[in-house]
T-cell receptor, first 113, second 111 residues
Framework: ETGVTQTPRHLVMGMTNKKSLKCEQH?????MYWYKQSAKKPLELMFV???????ENNSVPSRFSPECPNSSHLFLHLHTLQPEDSALYLC????????????FGPGTRLLVL | QKEVEQDPGPLSVPEGAIVSLNCTYS??????FMWYRQYSRKGPELLMY????GNKEDGRFTAQVDKSSKYISLFIRDSQPSDSATYLC???????????FGTGTRLTIIP
């Protein structure tokens, strides 16, 4: 595997379900990010982890819970989501301090029913 | 007013044409300017990265920054069907890692 991988690629869940998104980077980076991409809206940065420590949480609702066990892996735990949370969730990585040159994964397309 | 404005398109041009994609911004502190290309069902990939004003060329792609007008452009020469994608501009200020993205322009190159 190369670059940034994300699983699953597609996810359909009900509002009462609990699911997790997984991201893995194979680039030797030490910063990882979660973004939300909705139609006709700019990319929204959700969380930032530097050296596996959370450094940014951009007012994300608590129904989204990130976890970064090491610099290569990032999870996004989902519970009691709302239909408006349906979007493409993108993971990215970079070297710390080099956010301009971050690499994105292919994303998880999430549909909340 | 949004910090970054980008025409969502869609934009359709014939193969071989020169394509011009643009973003305007309001924050004069922005110093770093990026263009990402996003194919359908894929994540964005960094195409061009420029610092401050001026032009930068990479093959068929030229990125141009006009800080006095708060206007950035991406030119694609000899456009190919494989250039069909959504193009996102992004920018950030010196000493501030936050990237501010445009909404993206959807481009289709017609064979």
């Amino acid at each position: 595997e190369t670059g940034v991988t994300q699983t699953p690629r597609h996810l359909v869940m009900g509002m009462t379900n609990k699911k997790s998104l997984k991201c893995e980077q194979h680039l030797g980076h030490n910063a990882m990010y979660w973004y939300k991409q909705s139609a006709k809206k700019p990319l929204e940065l959700m969380f930032v982890y530097n050296f596996k420590e959370q450094t940014e949480n951009n007012s994300v609702p608590s129904r989204f819970s990130p976890e970064c066990p090491n610099s290569s892996h990032l999870f996004l735990h989902l519970h009691t989501l709302q239909p408006e949370d349906s979007a493409l969730y993108l993971c990215a990585s970079s070297q710390v301090g080099q956010r301009e040159t971050q690499y994105f994964g292919p994303g998880t397309r999430l549909l909340v029913l | 007013q949004k910090e970054v404005e980008q025409d969502p398109g869609p934009l359709s041009v014939p193969e071989g044409a020169i394509v011009s994609l643009n973003c305007t911004y309001s924050n004069s502190a922005f110093q770093y300017f990026m263009w990402y290309r996003q194919y359908s069902r894929k994540g964005p990939e960094l195409l061009m990265y420029t610092y401050s004003s001026g032009n930068k060329e990479d093959g068929r792609f030229t990125a141009q920054v006009d800080k006095s007008s708060k206007y950035i452009s991406l030119f694609i020469r000899d456009s190919q069907p494989s250039d069909s994608a959504t193009y996102l501009c992004a920018m950030s200020a010196q000493g501030n890692e936050k990237l501010t993205f445009g909404t993206g322009t959807r481009l289709t190159i017609i064979p």
